[in-house]
């Protein structure tokens, strides 16, 4: 399976500088993270199911060596890395592997956990009303507190926005 990022992932001669784009580390580095954890089997071997499963394998974001999950977006690049490494292989003519009828590279969503999302919330983000306190406003409110409120939430007009309209732009009581 390898055989093609063999020459790719061998080291410098000692005596030669190479020089390596930052793109070209990342890509050394996926590779060798797949190598690590696919199972080392002849490509003869490697069906559908067995390359649907490293992509599930990774939508699912594996712990790390440090313990914690992959971020999502290593593992997206990791899944991208995964599939064109496949479709450089059949596309290629040095290789007899042919693309197996049933292969079908769908979209795949990358987990996102919960906690991932609550990191990211900071205390000086905008403060936002929850969906109860929305219908209490829209029930008890007045004709033009509504439209407002319908600019804002369907139009995304914000305060400044709001703030520039003149009375006879706004229709209500």
């Not at 055989?3 to 590779?31: D, F, I, M, W």
């Not at 406003?137 to 319908?150: C, H, I, K, S």
Request: with cysteine; net charge positive.
């Amino acid at each position: 399976m390898w055989l093609a990022t063999a020459n790719y992932l061998t080291p410098p001669e000692p005596r030669k500088e190479r020089r390596t784009s930052q793109t070209g580390v990342k890509e050394v580095e996926r590779a060798e993270r797949l190598k690590r954890r696919v199972p080392d089997m002849p490509l003869s071997d490697l069906g559908v199911k067995q390359i649907d499963d490293v992509v599930t394998f990774w939508a699912n974001r594996p712990a790390s060596s440090q313990g914690a999950a992959f971020a999502t977006t290593v593992c997206k690049h990791h899944i991208r890395y995964w599939k064109s490494s496949f479709q450089w292989l059949y596309m290629e003519q040095a290789f007899s592997s042919k693309q197996p009828p049933d292969l079908v590279w769908g979209r795949v969503r990358v987990l996102v956990h919960q906690h991932g999302i609550d990191a990211r919330a900071t205390p000086k983000q905008v403060a936002t009303y929850t969906g109860e306190e929305l219908r209490v406003l829209r029930e008890y409110g007045t004709d033009t507190t509504r439209v407002l409120m319908a600019l804002a939430l369907n139009c995304g007009f914000g305060i400044a926005g709001i703030g520039s309209l003149k009375s006879d732009q706004v229709q209500g009581d």
